[in-house]
């Protein structure tokens, strides 16, 4: 009864409310600050009410602001580095509980610490670690020799990107650990037992087996990471506010600035957007390497044949 | 002859006549004028403002209790970080949703504020004789120069300074007057150890207490890309002679002379001080270095008068309380030198209880509160409170008056927060080494100039 009225076109008219909602709070401010990237509208500047403009903002973007583009190579970086690290770490470490861990669940538990925490926390924590002055680390970089009295991380403009880095990967590798352990449990035993039984030493196994298996976890946790990563903000505001000079601003920092600093919203609109078509791309490519060679790839059938 | 001596007679008549009606009548309206007449057709309304999370606002928050028992006006205070209490105003201001009624805010945004026409000028409050109270005279009250410095706008008054802030120099007196030290300092440097009065004694006392391994510092410089850092090297760039606008007020603009000699010479001496900071001085603000001296931890630096009641006066929150010393800016080629800087009441054009909200600015203004609030922390800017036998036993108050007497104004136009972040950005480069003094301000002059249009040209182009 129920199906024969869901089928008479009811279903649809569920789903309407969710539909609104997210026309109102997702589409809606979209395309409201396509179109504010058109206007020249400016909070502090008098006579800048929103006029029509245009191009002009996005003329600015591409030809006129090498800090802008400062900014996002800088991210881009941070995106590739920090991905791949918490991808090889995350990824050996859920090897490791998965093979030679058989009671891993409290380790991950105490691994999941760090992701659990707020990013604002985490900013503060490393900011009392990494000062110049008390900070722990700090301390024990002097004592072992690596820094000199007057060495401080967050002060110099080589070595903060690195630690900003660092501090990341410790917050997020538990995040990929956890996903890929989530993935490992949920294969099938068959093509490994195949696999041994035809003699695949380890290497082979992982090579051909574990990882196509793997492939379409890999590039979620890719994609949120990378995501995530490039949408970073909280970190670096607590510990460096983009500086020392603009060693560490980051597009979202960037973007933060001339919002909400000089009240270029206008300007502000043009910036986020680009933020959102390079995540848009992030998102497509993913997706593409996930499903390009699906036709081909299909290992069950070809280890147990 | 005689008809001129009888005018004469008549016209001395009339004066004395016309000044005795004025003085009683004038008298009458300060007897009849009352708060709680006045504020009774706002009683029961509530009036909210917002500002920063420092001493003078903690003073007032204890303050308006007697207010709103005289007048049934209840007043909200929000008390935020700097940058915080700039933003939320930012963005009340331009939704237009009246949050605030009244706003205490840096003086350096009045221009942007002013010119998108989010403000009320006060004339028309200030001659309401229902509001006004007689004895109030900013006039003759204030300070003109801060006041008209911090609230005025084009010659129309906006508002009243809430804190009328400069900079100063902080020292260890108790250092100072150690014999050991004394001797110590006097054969290393062939002259006695005093308050530093030129840079090169600044240098040199700095040296000589910088203790690194005793986790002592000569000075500590405000360094992390924030708005203190370009706070603090204004008091360097004016001491040295130079300036960012070739201006004589805030509400100008004017040629860009931020890369001038003077500037480059004052950016590098700045930054030579870093050898007597502690290691993680580029990520300190105002906040930090403070924490620093009440911990006992630094010599000397340039702070906020602002700042100074937390470190010199309160015993419970500073280790050195009692044993500070506090002098004007030490001098360079620009001879004695402070900066104008000052949060102001101001009232919003969306502020629904706007009569309300100056009759409380007004009461905040009376001597007896502003005596309160500036013994608790706060900054006046008026010269009687200065004057009272309380406030001339505080040991910064001297330093206070002069510094206030030589203060420099700084830039107000609508572009002014702008140019600050751009200043901002490139000192804080050239401090960790990204790139030369020349480069730093050659580009902050490019940008700063680009802002600003044709008002502001280059002195000294970049070649």
Known sequence: ?305 | MKNSTITGRFCRSSIVGAALAVFTLGSADAIAWSLEEAAAPYKGATIRTVGEALPPLEAMNKLKSEFEKRTGIEVVIEMYEHSEAVNKVMLDLNSKRGRYDFILQPHRELGRFVTNGHLEALEKYMSNEKLRDPSFNPEKQLYQSLWKEISWYEGKVYGFPFTALTMYMWYRDDLLNDPKEKSGFKAKYGYELKPASNWQEYTDISEWFHRPDEGFYGTALQGKRHEALWYEWLNFLYSFGGDMLDTKSGSECGPVIVNSPEAVASLEYYKSLMAYSPADTLNYTWDDVMALMQQGKVYQMIMWNDATYAVAEDHEASTVAGKMGFDIVPQGDGGKIGQVEGWTYLVPAYSKNQEAAYLFIQWMMEENQQLNQHLNGGATARPDVYAHPDVQKISYSKASMDTNAVAQSKPTIPESPQITDILVRELSGYMSDAKSAQEALDASAVEISKLLGSCAPMKYPVQ
């Not at chain 1, 279903?11 to 809606?28: E, K, Q, T």
């Not at chain 1, 500047?45 to 030809?63: E, H, K």
């Not at chain 1, 696999?195 to 574990?210: E, I, N, S, Y």
């Open chain 1, 1 to 305: 009864m129920m199906t024969r009225v869901l089928d008479h076109g009811v279903a649809p008219l569920l789903l309407i409310p969710s539909v609104i909602l997210l026309l109102v709070i997702l589409v809606g401010p979209f395309f409201y600050m396509v179109w504010t990237g058109f206007t020249d509208l400016h909070y502090a500047l008098p006579g800048r009410d929103g006029a029509f403009v245009g191009f002009d903002n996005f003329r600015r973007l591409m030809q006129d602001d090498p800090i802008f583009w400062h900014s996002f190579l800088l991210t881009l970086k941070f995106v590739f580095w920090v991905v791949l690290v918490e991808f090889i770490f995350g990824f050996a470490l859920a090897m490791l509980l998965f093979h030679y861990i058989k009671q891993h669940r409290f380790i991950l538990t105490m691994l999941l610490v760090p992701m659990m925490l707020a990013p604002i926390a985490v900013g503060l924590i490393w900011k009392l670690l990494l000062s110049g002055d008390f900070g722990m680390f700090t301390y024990y970089m002097r004592m072992i020799g690596i820094f000199d009295q007057q060495t401080s991380v967050l002060g110099n403009a080589s070595l903060v990107m690195p630690a900003i880095m660092m501090i990341d990967v410790w917050q997020w590798t538990p995040f990929v650990t956890l996903v890929m352990l989530a993935g490992l449990l949920s294969l099938p035993k068959e093509p490994f037992e195949a696999a041994v039984m035809d003699g695949a030493r380890p290497v082979q196994v992982f090579k051909d087996v574990t990882l196509p298996l793997m492939r379409p976890i890999i590039a979620l946790v890719l994609l949120l990471r990378g995501i995530d990563a490039f949408k970073e903000f909280d970190k670096v505001f607590i510990l460096t506010g983009g500086g020392p000079g603009i060693s560490t601003e980051m597009l979202s920092i960037y973007t933060f600035r001339i919002n909400f600093k000089d009240w270029d919203l206008s300007y502000g609109a043009v910036c986020a957007f680009m933020v959102y078509l390079v995540v848009l791309i992030m998102c497509s490519v993913f997706y593409k390497a996930v499903y390009w060679n699906q036709g081909r790839s299909k290992p069950t059938q070809a280890v147990t044949s």
